[in-house]
C-alpha cells in the first residue's frame, strides 16, 4: 500500500502566512476606500452648508426692510445697523417662520474657541406699541469652523453722493444699497465673494416706487 503525502507544518506555516498578507491587503483598500467616502461625504455636506448659508444671507438681506430698530440719540429712527462684525436689519422669514411678521435679524460673528469663528442669526419680534424687541429662542449658527470674516457696506449719503466700501455703516436713518459678506472657512473651502444688493424701499423716495434712497442720479430721472 502507498501512503499518501500530506501537507508539513512549514507549507501549513507559509500558506497561512499568504492568507494573513492577503487579508491586510483587502482590509487596508476596504478602509482606504471607507476613508475617502466619508471624507467626500463630509466635503459634500460642508459645501451644501456653505451653499445653504449664502443662499439664506442673500435671500433675506435682499428683503431687508424700512423699519425702525431703534432710535438715536437725537429721536431719530434706526433702520440698519452694521459693523465689520454685525448687523442688524428687519426682514421676513421664509415660509411658516414668517408667520409672525418681519423680525429684527442680527448676524454676528463670534469666536467659537478652538474651532475658530462662526456666524450666528439672532432673532426678535418687534412689538408694535415700540417697546425693546423680544427675543426669540437661542442664537442659530449659520456656519461655524471660520478663520476669519467680515461684512461690508456701501451706499450713498443725504447728498446722493456714492460712499465708498466701508466696515461700518454710520447712517442709521437709510440703507445700504450693498452689502458684503466675506468669511474664511477651514479646510481650504471656497466662499465665493457676496456682495448683496438690498431689495428696493418703497417708502423712502416718494414716487418712485421701487427705488432705494439715493439711487437715482442727483436732479435726474431716468
Do not use: C
Not at 443662499?55 to 437725537?74: K, N, S, T, V, Y
Amino acid at each position: 500500500m502507498t501512503r499518501q503525502r500530506g501537507f508539513t507544518l512549514l507549507e501549513v506555516l507559509g500558506a497561512l502566512a499568504l492568507l494573513a498578507l492577503l487579508l491586510v491587503g483587502v482590509y487596508g483598500g476596504v478602509r482606504s476606500a471607507i476613508h475617502g467616502v466619508r471624507s467626500g461625504s463630509a466635503a459634500i455636506a460642508r459645501m451644501d452648508d456653505i451653499g445653504s448659508a449664502q443662499r439664506f444671507l442673500r435671500r433675506e438681506l435682499a428683503q431687508a426692510l424700512a423699519q425702525p430698530i431703534g432710535r438715536d440719540d437725537r429721536g431719530r429712527p434706526i433702520l440698519f445697523a452694521g459693523s465689520e462684525h454685525e448687523m442688524r436689519y428687519v426682514a421676513p422669514l421664509p415660509g411658516y417662520l414668517g408667520k409672525l411678521g418681519p423680525q429684527l435679524q442680527v448676524l454676528r460673528l463670534v469666536d467659537g474657541g478652538k474651532d475658530g469663528q462662526r456666524l450666528e442669526l439672532s432673532l426678535a419680534l418687534l412689538p408694535p406699541d415700540n417697546q425693546p424687541p423680544k427675543p426669540l429662542g437661542k442664537p442659530q449658527v449659520l456656519l461655524d469652523h471660520l478663520k476669519g470674516g467680515s461684512f461690508g457696506y456701501r451706499g450713498r449719503d443725504a447728498q446722493n453722493r456714492q460712499l465708498p466700501w466701508s466696515g461700518d455703516w454710520t447712517d442709521g436713518s437709510r440703507l445700504p444699497q450693498l452689502v458684503r459678506i466675506r468669511l474664511q472657512p477651514h479646510g481650504g473651502y471656497g466662499w465665493p465673494e457676496l456682495d448683496v444688493p438690498l431689495r428696493v424701499d418703497a417708502s423712502a423716495v416718494v414716487g418712485r416706487v421701487g427705488l432705494l434712497p439715493g439711487s437715482l442720479p442727483a436732479g435726474g430721472a431716468p
